[in-house]
């Protein structure tokens, strides 16, 4: 496990109250999932066939988007945590 800094942004954050919040995990589903222990406001990120609910994005440290909950999280990851429909 490592840990993991998971900022809010737009309609997450209004839910959770945070700006961010950091966890323990070594996937991106164990992020999502003590995110929602912390935050129960944002609980159902998570579908039932084990995919992001499609009104959220998640970007690792600002660089890429990622979906694939499995993925194995970088040590000190930043996740980026936005509403699908932010936009400007």
């Known amino acids: ?3 993991v800094t998971i ?3 737009g309609i997450p954050r209004q839910r959770a109250g945070l700006e961010q919040i950091t966890v323990q995990a070594s996937t991106l589903a164990d992020a999502v999932c003590q995110l929602e222990v912390s935050c129960p406001r944002l609980a159902g990120m ?3 066939n ?5 009104q959220y994005l998640l970007s690792l440290n600002g660089v890429r988007f990622v979906g694939d909950l ?7 990851a930043r996740l ?3 509403s699908a429909d932010a936009g400007g």
């Open 1 to 3: 496990m490592t840990e």
């Open 7 to 9: 900022e809010l942004f």
């Open 46 to 48: 998570i579908q039932a």
């Open 50 to 54: 084990g995919t992001l609910s499609p």
């Open 70 to 76: 499995r993925m194995k999280l970088p040590v000190k």
């Open 80 to 82: 980026l945590l936005l």
